[in-house]
């Protein structure tokens, strides 16, 4: 008599492949379309945006045919120069999971994982809004606790602009912020002879740092000139409409910097308590759309998988029943058994008697076949 239909339970995924699974799930509800960017590229796509990848060692080889191709660093580079939006009316919304090769000197060369996502189109405001808002959502499906970092760089440049700081000073000024070096800040308006009043709003920028909407109040005061009246509009729409899950806290921090030749207007950096480092990093790269020749604007972001390893392995994966058998036994029972567990959407492993399980994390043990019998 054939047995009724009975509805399986699908056993667990280990949890960081359903954390990818939930990333991907929130994507595609989205509109985003996954794409599978070429492992291999032109050299000089990365020679010419080094800056762009912040790292200075390429893997490389030569093909066949004489060509020096490298092992990609860097995923948006890929997708950036492949991308067919040339027209200012066409959007396109795009994620990946891919890995990256970077080098350490502690480590060499590692693949490191990473899921991502890129809108590339017209300039269109909702982009700041979905991205950002993507980002907090993805960092609240990895963990309980997670914190953004946002920034804007049309409001950090333009107040060094209005201020009349050249470029080589800007790039040294932004990278002391980045450092989030008061010291280094007032040592390099002081060196410079920037007029008091203009080294106090730099100053000023340079410490704010704290709760989103209550820090735009003391950012309004710097406020002079178009550039950076846009720039506090588009942070002052994102505080009013994007809002962070429970355990969430979004900062604004001007310390969140990037290379200007490639960025501009919003960027922003992502968090999980328990993890340490940037697990997610993004933001407005329209400069380097226009330097790769292409008339349309940029946002997205990257997570870095691999930082996520440590944080899932203390949710080690535990098997429902581990069953341990003499040798020889009836294996077609044993098998049958093992069958009628997995039809109920069980785990099993079966290990002979005798075997070292001490490794093995199990919630019922099962001795065959003193407890053979099907149940």
Sequence with gaps: MQKPATQKRLPAFFPLEACVLRLRALYESRGFKQISPPMFEDYSLYLDNKNFLGADWILTFTDPVGRLRAIKPDVTLSIAKSTVSGQLDCTEKLYYTDDVVRFSPGEGCRALPQIGLEWI????????????????????????????????LGFSSGLLEDANIPPGLERELLAAIHDKSIHGVAALLDTNGIPSEDKERILTLAG????FPSELGRAKTLVRGPKMERAFEELLTLADIVRPTAGQAVNLDFSVVSDLDYYNGLIFTGYINGIPGVVCGGGRYDNLMKKLGKRSGAI???????????????YSRQLDVLITYKNPCNWKTLLELV????????????????????????AKLINFPEGGSAQ
């Excluded at 990257?302 to 899932?312: D, K, P, T, V």
């Excluded at 997995?342 to 199990?362: F, P």
Aim: aromatic share 8%.
């Design 208 to 211: 704010l740092c704290g709760p």
């Design 300 to 314: 997205g972001f990257a997570i870095q998988l691999h930082r996520l390893e440590s944080y899932f392995a203390k």
């Design 339 to 362: 069958s009628d567990f997995n039809e109920q959407g069980l785990t099993v492993r079966c290990e002979s008697e005798g075997a070292d399980i001490s490794g093995i994390s199990y």
């Design 121 to 152: 189109g017209r300039d269109d405001p909702f982009s700041n809004l979905e991205v950002l808002d993507l980002a907090l959502r993805s960092l609240a499906l990895i963990g309980e606790e997670s914190a953004v970092d946002v920034s804007h």
